[in-house]
Nanobody
């Protein structure tokens, strides 16, 4: 079981920046993906950015150009740098992990991510 703990959420003004962190316990998988998702009230959970243990990244259209996912393997920490935030970015943000079969791409389906953090709230005010 992979344990994940997010932090860094809070209130930020539109146009500002915020960095979310996710500490990941030792991952038993040799090949895996970690990702950031978010969920707003009344909406489905959506993926924003994914990074494979190889470092390859994938972004949803809603995150391209404004959000950056990165990982520090020495600290077992996943990051999401959020720039030029908008009111529609207000949501609960979650980090998650999924096993990745060798030589395959990271899954883009929420159900494939079996390990989740508890979430951190981001509120953007105008």
């Amino acid at each position: 079981q992979v344990h994940m703990v997010e932090s860094g959420g809070g209130s930020v003004q539109a146009g500002g920046s915020l960095t979310l962190s996710c500490v990941v316990s030792e991952n038993p998988y040799s090949t895996y993906c970690t990702a950031w998702f978010r969920q707003s009230p009344g909406k489905e959970r959506e993926w924003l950015a994914i990074i494979a243990n190889s470092g390859i990244t994938t972004y949803a259209d809603s995150a391209k150009g404004r959000f950056t996912i990165s990982q520090d393997n020495a600290k077992n920490t996943l990051y999401l740098q959020m720039n030029n935030v908008k009111s529609e970015d207000t949501a609960m943000y979650y980090c998650a992990a999924a096993y990745r079969a060798p030589f395959t791409e990271c899954p883009l389906v929420t159900d494939q991510y079996k390990n989740w953090g508890q979430g951190t709230q981001v509120t953007v005010s105008s």
